[in-house]
């Protein structure tokens, strides 16, 4: 895992102004949204042994919540002040943001059809954040504002992905942009 204090010790002596912003982002929504979910690996009991399509799910999102955690450790040991370091940032956003489109492409069982919407939002989010990020630093030049609309994005992904882990640990999501429906309301 990477150590916050080297960035920030970093900062101090070669202050990158964009990029610790940025980094700080990455470690406050990132970091503990994938903590949770590779150290629970949420469907290991559910009883989907038996059936494939469970099985194929289970080891796609594993694989999904494994390929984020290793993008997040690449990014968190860029180091700011060497050559180059934006480029790599922005191709391994690229690759996460090809992760979360793939996982809105794939088949959720019946059992965890409410995730479907989550990782459709996840890619929204996602795919608009990584686009504001590059144009938040194309052309060698910084621009705070559309960084902070990409900041604001990534939150979204990241706190889908935090809501969407919830789901399928049998929990229910709360906070003011969740909304959702049983099955009385649904035949009402």
């Known amino acids: 895992m990477c150590n916050y204090d080297k ?15 940025y980094v700080k ?28 399509e469970l099985t194929a799910f289970k080891e796609t999102m594993n694989t999904f919540f494994e390929d984020a955690a290793s993008i997040d450790s690449q990014l968190n040991a860029l180091d700011p002040n060497e050559e180059g370091a934006i480029d790599q940032m922005l191709a391994l956003l690229d690759e996460l943001n090809e992760k979360c489109q793939a996982l809105s492409e794939i088949e959720v069982p019946e059992e965890f059809s409410n995730v479907s919407a989550y990782t459709e939002s996840i890619n929204f989010n996602m795919s608009h954040a990584v686009e504001k990020y590059h144009e938040a630093f194309s052309n060698d030049a910084y621009n705070e504002n559309i960084k902070d609309v990409a900041d604001e994005y990534y939150a979204r992904a990241n706190g889908r992905i935090h809501d969407m882990i919830l789901l399928l640990h049998g929990e229910i999501p709360t906070g003011e942009d969740v909304i959702y429906t049983t099955e009385a309301d649904e035949t009402n």
């Open 25 to 52: 982002s990455l470690y406050k929504y990132l970091l503990p949204i994938l903590l949770i979910a590779c150290s629970t690996l949420f469907l290991g009991g559910c009883g989907s042994k038996g059936d494939p």
């Open 7 to 21: 960035f920030i010790g970093m900062f101090q002596t070669k202050p990158n102004k964009k990029w610790c912003i």
